[in-house]
Structures are given as structure tokens and as C-alpha cells.
């Protein structure tokens, strides 16, 4: 009797462990599902976004070319015959454009058409015959086939943001200056070519005359200020902290307002850098050097923490055969313990200098957000960075400006690629596993 029991007992638990065990493993399952499907909404999101980027953004690195015919007349350009340098670079090329077009469109003769004809080249035209005559001036009293920018309706029309089929009244050319283009084209004087302008240029007014790298030579020349002022100070900093600072409340201080620090937005640290640095020290203000400090602030928590997380990986071990075979603490750390730690460290750098490359808002807070045409040749000149020129290019009106904010972002993003890769590849390849 008390065996049939037991049996009945027995059969009842494994019943229940049975059941116990289904309902775990179709919760474990649920769990993967549910995991698996949040990284695919992840990676689905990020295709879309990257999707929406690339597709606005990969036209602003084609431009389209007008081929134009112009007399480089001595008469406008040199009148005092002398090829003086001021003299020539100060010429009316608008004219010699506008004579041109003039003689490619010679039935218009209306004002306004006159203007809308005007508008099929470029704004910014002028200045490359402008270097073209001070390159060569031997091109005085010549003719000669020069490309320049198309303006910013003909670019887009070329593009395809413009619907010939839609009404008149709706598009952003009319059908008469349809007409010119499509004899331009016909006349093989329509071109789209890869747009050097766009990563040799500064900014400007003119989409199709704008370009990223006076933005770019200013975030070289502020990373560079910050990774000179902040690696070195995070190093030793966090080698102080991790090996030699006594164990009391204030050591615990700072190492809870280090922490704390690296939580705070970066807006504020903009507010610091224009109290100090500018109003104060009297930093030259929408300068690199005074970005460079500005992000070196903030940039230096994430730094010590990622050097003290890569020197407490270094075993104990490391330390106890340096000590037992005579060297003292200083030789130990710098000759045993660094060296091994040195791999973290520097991932943890290019980690703070990737994301120093794409801060904006602290930027803004100490004037670079100007518009600055002018390429920077040093840290005292005023410049912006990439993220800001992002910024700018995203608030102005004209469509050029659209697809030339996704390409900059497109840039910007194979920056940080390339930066977070070096760090990965510097970890995997150097980091020794305990």
C-alpha cells in the first residue's frame, strides 16, 4: 500500500516538474522571440534611416555643367592692359557669363527673360572664370569653352526633383526655361559631373557653390586641440586614481564627480567654455582652440574611466612578479602595468574623440555656428565643424541644401565608422586575455 503511494506521489511531482519545465522552456523561447525581434526592429530602423540619408544625400555628390563659350574680353577684364593681379581678379566676369548665354539665346531680348536666362548659370560662376584668367592669363582676347556650375533650378531639374508634368504654375521653371535647358542638352553643353567642389569648397550662400571643407579642417584642427590636451591629462589622471591615490573621502569624491560628470549634457559644458574661456580668458570666440577646450572638458571623464576600467584588467599578478623581483611602484606601473593596459586605453580615446567629432550643441554655445566661408589654416581662425555645418545646412530653405545635409551627415557618419572600427581593431588586436 505505502509503495502504490509512493508511486502515486512520485508520478504526481514528475508531473508537475513536467509542466513546471514546459512552461520554462516556452518562456525561454518566448524570450529569444522576443529578443530576436527587437534587434531585427533595431537593424530594420537603422536600414530605414540609413536608406532615407543615402537616398537624399548621394545626388549632392554629382553637380551639373554648363558649357559656355567666353570671349575673354581685354576690354572688361584688363582695360589698362597692364595683367595686374587686383585688376584682373576684380573683373566683371558676370558680364562675359551674360554675353555668353546672350549669344546661345540670342531671341531674348525681354528684361525679365533676360534674368531668368541669367539664372541658368550659377551665382558663383564668375569666381571660376576668375581663377581660370588669374591661372592663365594668357587667355586674354581668346575664346574659350569653360564648365561652369549650372544654378540651383537646373541642378535640380537635372536631378529629378522638378516634374516637367506637372502645371506651370506649380513648377519651379517655367517651360521657356525648359526649353533652354533641353537645348542646352541637345547642344552637348549639359553635363552632370562628380562634384569636387563639394569636399574642396567652403561654405556658402549658393547650394551648388557649397562645400564641407572649411567644416572639416575646423573638426580636424578642435579634435586635434582635444586629443592633445585630453589624453594625456585622462592618462595620468586615471593612473594617479587607480595606483597611487591614497583610499579617503576626497579621492571618493572626485571619483564620484568624474562619474557624475560624464552623465552630464554637453550643453552645459558650452555654457562653461563661454564663461570661462571666452568672457574670462578671452579665447578667440568660434575658434578651434577654444572647441578644443571646450570639448576636452568634456571628453576627459569618458577618458579616465575607460583608462582605470583598462588598468583594473591588468591581474594582480602583473604587479606581485614586477614588486618580487625589485622594481619600485613607479618602474612597476609604467614598465609592467601600462604597457598591458595601453590597448583599453587608447580604445577608450578614440571612443571620447568620435564622439567629441559629433557634438554640435556646446559648439553652438561659443559662436560656431557663424557662417564662415573662409577655410581655416589654424586653430585661432574662425571656423565651424561638421555636425554645425549640418545644423545650418538643415535650417536653410533651398532644396540644394537638403541633399547636401544628408551627404554631410554621410560624411560625418564614415568618420565615426572609421573611428569606432580603429578602436575595435585596437582592442582585438592588442588586449591580451587573462
Known sequence: MNSEVSQVLSKRNLDIVNASLKRRHAAESRFRLYGLLSIGAGILMLVILLGSIFGKGYRAFSQTYIGLDVHFDPAVIDPEGLRNPEALAGADYNA????????????????????????????????????????????????????????????????????????????????????????????????????????????????????????LMGSLYTVLVTLVLSLPIGVAAAIYLEEFAPRNRWVDFIEVNINNLAAVPSIVFGLLGLAVFINFFGVPRSSPLVGGLVLTL????????AARSALKSVPPSIREAAMGIGASPMQTVFHHVVPLAMPGMLTGAIIGMSRALGESAPLLMIGMVAFIVDIPHSIFDPATVLPVQVYLWADSPERGFVERTSAAILVLLAFLILMNGTAVYLRRRFERRW
Request: hydrophobic share 40%; proline share 4%.
Open 96 to 215: 562675359l557669363l551674360k554675353r555668353s548665354l546672350g549669344e546661345l539665346f540670342p531671341e531674348v531680348t525681354d528684361r525679365q527673360e533676360k534674368r531668368a536666362l541669367n539664372r541658368l548659370v550659377s551665382g558663383g560662376a564668375a569666381y571660376s572664370v576668375r581663377d581660370e584668367v588669374l591661372a592663365h592669363p594668357e587667355l586674354l582676347g581668346g575664346t574659350s569653352r569653360l564648365w561652369v556650375s549650372a544654378g540651383p533650378d537646373v541642378d535640380m531639374l537635372e536631378k529629378g526633383y522638378v516634374d516637367r508634368d506637372a502645371a506651370e504654375a506649380e513648377r519651379i521653371m517655367k517651360d521657356r526655361e525648359l526649353g533652354w535647358v533641353d537645348k542646352l542638352k541637345a547642344d552637348g553643353r549639359l553635363e552632370r559631373r562628380f562634384n569636387v567642389k563639394f569636399f574642396t569648397a567652403g561654405d556658402s550662400r549658393d547650394p551648388e557653390q557649397a562645400g564641407i571643407w572649411g567644416a
Open 298 to 305: 568634456m571628453t576627459l571623464p569618458v577618458i579616465i574611466i
